[in-house]
């Protein structure tokens, strides 16, 4: 599907220079002199790479709808995630760097979306949310509890977040996925 280069997103998969790209940021400039444009940074969707690139209003670019199929987690070995198709059971094996900082909170057992492009996987997302368990946390420091000071603490996965005083080792907490914050208190 063809769109105006200012009709651009975040989020946006387009194809570009013969790869496919996603719209992290944009910015619509309008310069008092000439036309506006729509100034994008783009993230390569196969390598990574990233590249800011300005469209006029005048060029067309080509939108790409990815397809979305629900997966499930079985395993890590070495750098390589393995995910099992829900519908067919047919097994997937990605780069852990696919999923970014993300990756450190993958549970068993855990229900994924991937995006695919003509059959290949491009992308895994994980729930925004997720249960984790605190291993140590720093003790509170007297006289701070009266201010909404937070303190540094580690999970179960070996990531290290800020969470409010009163939360100890021990607490399950539940996690923002892609902020890498604390949410509340688990149930």
């Given at each position: 599907m063809k769109i105006s280069g200012v009709d651009?997103?975040?989020?946006?998969?387009?194809?570009?220079?013969g790869g496919l790209w996603r719209a992290v940021k944009i910015q619509h400039t309008q310069p008092g002199k000439g036309?506006?444009?729509?100034?994008?940074?783009?993230?390569?969707?196969?390598?990574?790479?990233?590249?800011?690139?300005?469209?006029r209003s005048s060029e067309t670019v080509e939108r790409v709808r990815l397809d979305t199929k629900d997966f499930q987690f079985l395993y890590a070995e070495g750098d390589m995630l393995t995910f099992m198709d829900k519908e067919t059971y047919e097994q997937v094996s990605l780069p852990q760097d696919l999923l970014g900082d993300a990756a450190a909170f993958l549970q068993d057992g855990m229900d994924v979306v991937m995006?695919?492009?003509?059959?290949?996987?491009?992308?895994?997302?994980?729930?925004d949310q997720v249960e984790a368990?605190?291993?140590?946390?720093?003790?509170?420091?007297?006289?701070?509890?009266?201010?909404?000071?937070?303190?540094?603490?580690?999970?179960?996965?070996?990531v290290r977040i800020m969470v409010p005083p009163h939360i100890a080792s021990g607490t399950r907490i539940v996690v923002d996925v892609y902020e890498q914050t604390y949410v509340r208190r688990a149930d």
């Open positions: 651009i997103r975040p989020g946006n998969i387009i194809e570009y220079e036309g506006a444009y729509m100034q994008v940074e783009l993230k390569n969707l196969v390598d990574g790479r990233k590249t800011n690139v300005r469209f995006e695919l492009h003509e059959e290949k996987p491009l992308s895994v997302q994980l729930p368990m605190i291993v140590e946390a720093d003790a509170v420091v007297k006289g701070q509890t009266a201010s909404s000071s937070y303190k540094p603490a580690v999970l179960d996965n070996g």
